[in-house]
């Protein structure tokens, strides 16, 4: 496993995603669609204490020491980077519900395999509950995650017994939706689980949402495989289109916030990039009146 920010390629989670998804959309002309801003602070301290204990927060941060199961090698530009990955969900979080009319993107990741006292998988820490109950302490606002990433978002659901008030943050009903099902049986529980999402916004005990398509629920991924092409960016339609239809019933705008989760492809990196370029697109289509024309770039993955 690599934590080379210039090697892409290599297998597991690239660090390096943020700045190489913003790079792909400028290749491809789409940078201007975006008003970037990157004035933000990180995380301090004393937010992981939010969702972890203190003695993994501290061993992390001041003996370098992760979780084996995590599988990275600790670096102080490491530690440093997820405190600003980490920041730029909450941001995005925070701006996004105080301006609702503006789609905000976290080009963020690595956020929902953490536990209370350990990483695990490729996240160190588990950045959606810190986020989310940073936003209620300040706003007093409710959240759901739809995380069709292709392995069970955990974090969450594993906080639930620790974090105070997280039922109040991130709702128990419908704030983790996860599909592990694949092709049209996956469509199927995504439609059912966005309809039970709708009637919870609109009887407003959720007041934003933030939507991770992770690039790995597609079937030539390395590490799962539950959707063709077409089926995953189908499922982008059927979030975002949920989303209109929302606020059409309700007359208000929705806070949306999108971010980045999975995706593995060692032979092909820019498979990866450009499934979250084809999501990217999709909502401004739908939610932002574009009328951008992308097609995916989607390679077969190499046998071996």
Known sequence: MSMDPENPGEYTYNPAKPR???EYLERKGLIDNFNIEGDFPPLSREDYYIAHTKEMVDNFFDRGKTSRILGVKWTPEYARATTYEGGSLYHAIRYAVQNPEEV??????????ANPTRGALFCPFSGQVIASMKVYQEFGLCGAYIDLDGHYGNSIDNSRDFVTDIDKAISPVCGNINIMAYHQKYMEELKTNLAVLREEIIGNRVNYVVFGHGADSHEWDELASQLSTEEWIECSRLVYTMIRGTEAVTGKQ???????LGGYRKDDYNSVLSLHTADLVTCLNILCGREIDYIPEVTERKPG
């Open 254 to 260: 929705i806070p949306l916030i999108l971010f980045l």
């Open 104 to 113: 905000c993107f976290s080009p963020s990741g690595a956020f929902h395999h």
């Open 20 to 22: 190489l998804i913003m």
